[in-house]
Nanobody, 120 residues
Framework: QVQLVESGGGLVQAGGSLRLSCAAS????????MGWFRQAPGKERESVAA????????VYADSVKGRFTISRDNGGKMVYLQMDSLKPEDTGVYYC?????????????WGQGTQVTVSS
């Protein structure tokens, strides 16, 4: 099993910054790519950013390119999302995701989510 715990959400004014953290525990050796998703009220969950196991490859949604930065360290057990120039449309619950491969099976693991609210 892999457990994910997010932190760092909160209330911020438009133009401000927040840094989200996600700590992985359990069979972390089996984690490959990790990422951040978000879900706004009444909308579907969407991918925000992803990072490869080595951290050398990152992918961003068009809506956050140039404003958000995903990174990974501590042997891949921590993943961060630095969010700058925040906009009200960035408001939502942000979820950490980990792709795990263990005993011949792929799993998608999720954290409990952390609320981000951007006021105008």
């Amino acid at each position: 099993q892999v457990q994910l715990v997010e932190s760092g959400g909160g209330l911020v004014q438009a133009g401000g910054s927040l840094r989200l953290s996600c700590a992985a525990s359990g069979r972390t050796f089996s984690i490959n790519a990790m990422g951040w998703f978000r879900q706004a009220p009444g909308k579907e969950r969407e991918s925000v950013a992803a990072i490869s196991r080595s951290g050398s490859v990152t992918v961003y949604a068009d809506s956050v390119k140039g404003r958000f930065t995903i990174s990974r360290d501590n042997g891949g057990k921590m993943v961060y999302l630095q969010m700058d120039s925040l906009k009200p449309e960035d408001t939502g619950v942000y979820y950490c995701n980990a792709n795990q491969y263990y005993s011949g099976t792929y799993y998608s693991r999720w954290g409990q989510g952390t609320q981000v609210t951007v006021s105008s």
